[in-house]
């Protein structure tokens, strides 16, 4: 799993707040401390939803990212950065499927898969995104990690963002 570091975190922070840049991630988990802390549990409660409103859309595990986005951004705003922060995202499941796809001679991976994972963390002053995989259970096949890094590198020079690996 690669761990990259943000060169510029103004750049970084300002499309992954302001922008629909990360629309194709689901929050998992957040964690924002000001002058007190705040966590986010990204888990979608079913239960706050009418029937028919189940019915109409379809329901994720967790809240997409562009919904909970402007909630951080209320957080994090203002003339002070946070002293710490750390946001848990998935690939939407589309997306995942798409990035699996792509990895030759990877047997039933895309089934085995659960979450495609990415961390954003910032802590004195610096950003890092570090990937990960939610696997369903024991494998040996790295492939599906080396693909989802690979991606993730894509994303942020699709992005302009500069970055450098860990």
Not at 9 to 23: E, I, S, V
Not at 71 to 99: E, S
Not at 116 to 134: A, F, H, R
């Amino acid at each position: 799993m690669v761990c990259l570091k943000i060169k510029n975190t103004k750049a970084f922070m300002q499309k992954f707040l302001m922008t629909g840049d990360f629309a194709d991630f689901l929050l998992v988990e957040a964690q924002v401390d000001t002058f007190v802390s705040y966590v986010i549990d990204g888990r979608v409660r079913r239960e706050f939803y009418t029937r028919e409103e189940q019915k109409q859309q379809e329901l994720s595990e967790f809240a997409a990212w562009e919904s909970m986005r402007p909630q951080v951004l209320q957080i994090v705003k203002g003339k002070r950065t946070p002293l710490f922060m750390k946001l848990v995202l998935a690939c939407m499941p589309q997306k995942a499927k798409a990035c699996l796809k792509a990895v030759e001679g990877q047997g039933d991976s895309e089934s085995f898969v659960k979450y495609l994972l990415c961390t954003v963390k910032y802590e004195s002053g610096v950003i890092t995104l570090t990937g990960g995989i939610s696997y369903q259970g024991f494998t040996m096949d790295k492939s599906p990690e080396k693909c989802w890094d690979r991606e993730l590198c894509g994303l942020l020079e699709e992005m302009g963002l500069a970055y450098e690996i860990l």
